[in-house]
């Protein structure tokens, strides 16, 4: 038989996209393992219950950079027919990898970039971890947030065990890296701004991501931004666990921007919203944060990074303050370790959801 060209469906059959219900589809990118294997990619109609793309196989693979080639904490944000993804490439260093791809498939030569190349000498970083791409609807580019231990803050109070370590009674491991998140800008992926102080208050902190708030009125004068990370402390000094905290649109007028709680601006972020501290998934460590706003509804996303399997939870709420768990709604493939779901427009990702394939017989 001759071979002839069919489309073969590489999502299962309730990704159809005759079926999605509205015109964005929910993705979510993550990595298994220590991020050794690549990216791989995950579809929903609901934001609740996603299934693997591509046959569950990675849609990128790592770059065989020297000591820097992993592909963890992926992160995606889709704009202008391009997916624009950044990456963590290793557990150490002070870089941090970046890609885009009109389909999700083929991708552009990846960038290693090197936000600290301009810092002393002295006070370069340790790690560079979980980068999250951001578009930035008033400085018209895009914002990429980590965070980074660096050198003048090593032990400088804040860190993550505290000083718990002094006390001999506690017997506990010195913990001294004191985490801020940093921002970079691009317009292209391809050059970056230098690494700056985006958000730091006074503890060791990680995972920072963002959502530009809009609400909708003719004065830019109340829109915001909402930002959601993980108190890296120990858990007896109140951390591994979620916060949420909000600043101004504009991110430059002042800068740092001034972060507060959102329900009392003399706090630098609220308290504890998912883990330990919390109403929501107290009893778990949680971490790899993504937040999201479908309609009047906040969704935080969540890595319970101390499970084996199914670790992402969920959490909602209607004002940012109030929180209910609905981890028992959430369904993710059972390996997906910390990633970001995101929404791209259902006409681009019913072109991925099939693929021509020839087939011989």
């Not at 219900?21 to 109609?45: H, M, P, R």
């Not at 507060?260 to 706090?267: C, G, I, L, V």
């Amino acid at each position: 038989m001759k071979a002839c060209a069919c489309y073969v469906v590489v999502a299962a059959a309730c990704l159809c996209p005759a079926l999605f219900a509205s015109d964005d589809v929910f993705l979510l990118s993550y990595f298994k393992g220590n991020g050794e294997t690549g990216v791989y990619l995950a579809a929903s109609e609901d934001g609740l219950t996603f299934q693997d793309l591509h046959e569950g196989r990675p849609i990128f693979a790592p770059p065989r950079w020297a000591g820097q080639n992993l592909t963890r904490d992926p992160s995606i944000v889709y704009r202008d027919g391009l997916f624009h993804m950044v990456w963590t490439s290793s557990w150490t260093g002070e870089c941090f990898g970046a890609a885009t791809s009109p389909d999700l498939k083929q991708w552009s030569p990846p960038v290693q970039v090197q936000p600290f190349r301009n810092w002393p000498a002295n006070d370069r970083p340790d790690n560079t971890w979980a980068p999250e791409v951001h578009w930035d609807p008033v400085q018209k580019n895009y914002a990429i947030l980590w965070s980074s231990a660096i050198a003048a803050t090593e032990g400088d109070g804040g860190h993550n065990s505290g000083g718990l370590e002094k006390d001999p009674a506690r017997k506990i491991k010195p913990d001294l890296r004191h985490h801020r998140t940093f921002i970079a800008r691009t317009m292209d992926l391809q050059s970056f701004t230098d690494a700056k102080v985006f958000f730091s208050p006074g503890v060791s902190e990680i995972d920072a991501m963002m959502v530009f708030d809009d609400w909708g009125t003719s004065d830019p004068a109340d829109d915001r931004w909402v930002l959601v990370c993980k108190d890296e402390q120990m858990a007896e000094l109140g951390g591994k666990n979620i916060r949420v905290t909000t600043a101004g649109a504009d991110l430059t007028k002042p800068f740092p921007p001034q972060f507060h709680a959102p329900d009392d601006a003399n706090k630098p972020w609220s308290g504890p919203v998912a883990g330990p501290g919390s109403s929501v998934q107290a009893n778990q460590w949680t971490e790899g944060p993504t937040l999201l706003k479908v309609g009047d509804e906040w969704r935080l996303y969540f890595d319970r990074f101390r499970l084996r399997t199914n670790r992402f939870g969920l959490a909602t709420s209607k004002d940012l303050i109030h929180w209910t768990d609905r981890t028992g709604d959430l369904t993710v493939p059972p390996q997906a370790m910390h990633g970001t779901i995101f929404r791209a427009p259902r006409a681009v990702i019913s072109q991925i959801l099939f693929e021509p394939r020839v087939n011989s017989q």
